[in-house]
């Protein structure tokens, strides 16, 4: 029975050097982040972080391009300089996180913009959707929704040029003709509104 057991449990001489390695590096470090342990480790950062607890995690600099991150809690994560481009941040738990200088493509900053409006994080919002719009200055649905996201916020000046913008890229949008009538109906601009809305419904009767 105990030579079965020892079988059972047996690991190779270079497994327990990896181990043994694993535990000093954990004890050497009075804090360690998940970046600095993967690094130490040669771990692949593209993996499959799907609804991971994240929560406070340093993953500056981190490479997770393509990574699944798809329902991650990565409330006060420092995502600082990582690249996350082409990643998959869908239903991603946001709060007070640091993308500062992250790299990432202007579909996931946009994609990024949403989740943050959702969660009424607005001002973080509008930050993604520039990112967005830096990128690609042409991109319709980043106009329109910084333009939602300040008519929400109040700011129907600053979102009706935003709407002007869509509508230089896209005119035949109904959508963004009454997004801009209901903007200026909030400025009290009733003949204006009345306009977009009448081209609204030029585009589309029904």
Not at 55 to 75: K, Q, R
Not at 110 to 124: A, F, N, R, V
């Amino acid at each position: 029975m105990s030579e079965q057991q020892n079988s059972d449990f047996y690991i190779t001489e270079e497994e327990f050097q990896e181990f043994q390695h694993l535990v000093e590096v954990i004890e050497s470090a009075d804090t360690i982040s998940f970046i600095d342990l993967a690094q130490e480790l040669d771990l692949s950062l593209k993996n499959d972080f799907v609804a991971a607890n994240l929560v406070g995690i340093d993953l500056s600099s981190a490479n997770l391009s393509d990574a699944n991150l798809s329902g991650a809690n990565l409330s006060d994560a420092n995502l600082s300089d990582a690249n996350l481009s082409g990643a998959n941040l869908k239903d991603i738990v946001l709060k007070d996180i640091d993308f500062n200088g992250a790299n990432l493509k202007e579909v996931t900053w946009y994609d990024l913009g949403l989740t943050l409006s959702d969660s009424k994080c607005y001002k973080e919002a509008i930050d993604c959707y520039d990112k967005a719009l830096k990128i690609n200055p042409s991109y319709e649905n980043a106009w329109n929704d910084k333009g939602n996201v300040l008519s929400l916020l109040g700011q129907y000046v600053e979102a009706i040029a935003c709407y002007d913008k869509a509508l230089e890229i896209n005119p035949s949008s109904e959508y963004t003709w009454n997004w801009r009538g209901n903007a200026l109906i909030h400025l009290k601009r009733y003949k204006e509104a009345i306009a977009c809305y009448d081209k609204a419904l030029e585009i589309n009767p029904s």
